[in-house]
């Protein structure tokens, strides 16, 4: 899936949520081209927790923008995205640790997002995490999905 793919999937996920006007707002400004003003109102409604919002702000740094491109930024809004439970920035965040983009490379650590959005149903990153998985040890295996039984059963699911 590429970067662009993401941001679109972003927006479609986003879109009916109505959580906040910041958020529809947001995706309105996106769709005019205006950046900047989808960051702002995108970062009023991530100030609410609202964590779609994160997920479409770490877009904008992910792709430069509005903003410079900035892949430790985005993976850091990822991260915020993701640990509410949040599917598509769970796999985003599992696929910049399995590229090595904004976070140190690390497999284990992606095949452990990547099984989280898996286990709410995205079939792209359950493809993912089996070509991760490929390239990794038993004992490495083992030892991601101990971290991921501890975090699923943490993490709140969010759209």
């Not at 941001?7 to 769709?31: M, Q, R």
């Not at 100030?47 to 740094?61: C, D, K, P, S």
């Amino acid at each position: 899936m590429g970067r662009a793919l993401t941001i679109a999937a972003v927006i479609f996920l986003v879109a009916p949520v109505c959580f906040a006007d910041g958020l529809s707002d947001g995706l309105a400004a996106y769709d005019r081209g205006d950046y900047r003003v989808a960051l702002e109102e995108w970062q009023g409604a991530a100030a609410e927790g609202n964590a779609a919002a994160m997920n479409a702000i770490a877009g904008l740094y992910d792709q430069g923008h509005g903003v410079g491109r900035d892949p430790a930024m985005a993976a850091k809004w990822y991260r915020r995205s993701a640990e509410r439970g949040n599917t598509v920035g769970q796999l985003n965040l599992g696929d910049m640790y399995s590229l090595g983009a904004g976070v140190p490379l690390d497999r284990s650590e992606a095949y452990v997002w990547l099984s989280l959005a898996a286990a709410q149903g995205n079939a792209w990153s359950a493809d993912k995490k089996l070509k991760i998985a490929a390239a990794m040890t038993a004992g490495n295996i083992a030892a991601a999905n101990l971290r991921y039984e501890a975090l699923k059963n943490r993490l709140p699911i969010s759209p």
